[in-house]
């Protein structure tokens, strides 16, 4: 049983020697290599997911700068107040939503909305009109976010009231392509967008400048911003129909 166990252990020895000299060899080197490569990688990845989501070594991918929440907006419960800077003319339409249902006002007509039926009061009597909100998607939640995902980031400021403005840009040919669904190539000024977040994050602001996207539109000749502003949100009670 002795000399067993002896030629065990010599054969372990010689075992262990054999792999030792093995390493030393420029094959040995290459393997012991990406062995230790292999493991390193193993240990990253597992630390990402037991971390979450943040940052991985070797990613290309980054926080962005900025961050908003949109609920609010795409909720549809709210005052608003759209003000339009064409050519030097403005036009202000400041009334409630409801869901699909609106009634608003421009300083002289009274509007109501539900979906795409508007109506206008005329002398008192309720009639169906045409929209009368020029580049109305630009309202949609979803389409904001399109066209901000699409956007270029510039900068933000921290304001004093404890609120934040963020600033993009994004050319002609992406709205084109966004709004219209048509593929050009213009070289073309920027247009403009900034959006002012509250204290929690909700957007209650977002300012348009989409002169270059209205000039080639035909829409204005040398300017047209477009200021959506929100309010009071989820307060508004339901609104009824024009009788």
Sequence with gaps: MEENNQNNEQ??????E???QFLKTPRGKGIAFFAIYFIFFVVLSILARVSGTGDVIGSNLSAKPYSY???SISAGNYNFSYRYLIDRKTTTYSGSRNGDVSTF?????EYYQKDTLFMKNQNGVWIKCDNP???SDLFDSKTIEKILDSSTYVSKTELATGEEAINFQITTTTLVKLLDGLDVDLDDPVNTIQLRKDKDGEIVEIQYDISSYAIYKGQATNQFKLTLSYSDFGKVEKIKEPV
């Design 11 to 16: 054969k372990n020895d010689f075992s262990w």
């Design 105 to 109: 006002r421009d300083g002289v007509t």
């Design 69 to 71: 929440n949109i609920s």
């Design 18 to 20: 054999k792999f030792s």
């Design 133 to 135: 909100f020029i580049y």
